[in-house]
Nanobody, 121 residues
């Protein structure tokens, strides 16, 4: 079993910053990729940012420059630094890990419970 625990969401004003964290624990042999997705009301879940095992990153085009994804391999934790937040960034943010467990033959995707980010004046 793998558990993901997210933290860091909240209510902020436009232009402010937030930092999200997601920590994985449990049956983990290797983490191949970590990332963040978000889902706004009435919309499909969309990619925010991904960071691979070798540190490569990929961002949704509109977010690059304001959002930064990073990882701490010693803590199995991924972070999302969000700067200059806008009302359109309001959504539930989910972390996603692709993990190979000791008990599995192939990697699986795991999701966090989601954390609400609301940007409003």
């Amino acid at each position: 079993q793998v558990q993901l625990v997210e933290s860091g969401g909240g209510l902020v004003q436009p232009g402010e910053s937030l930092r999200l964290s997601c920590a994985a624990s449990g049956d983990i042999f290797s983490i191949q990729a970590m990332g963040w997705y978000r889902q706004a009301p009435g919309k499909q879940r969309e990619l925010v940012a991904v960071i691979t095992a070798d540190g490569g990153t990929n961002y949704a085009g509109s977010l690059k420059g304001r959002f930064t994804v990073s990882r701490d391999n010693t803590k199995n934790t991924v972070y999302l630094q969000m700067d200059n937040l806008k009302p359109e960034d309001t959504a539930v943010y989910y972390c996603n890990y692709r993990i190979l467990s000791y008990s599995d033959y192939a990697p699986r995707d795991y999701w966090g419970q989601g954390t609400q980010v609301t940007v409003s004046s």
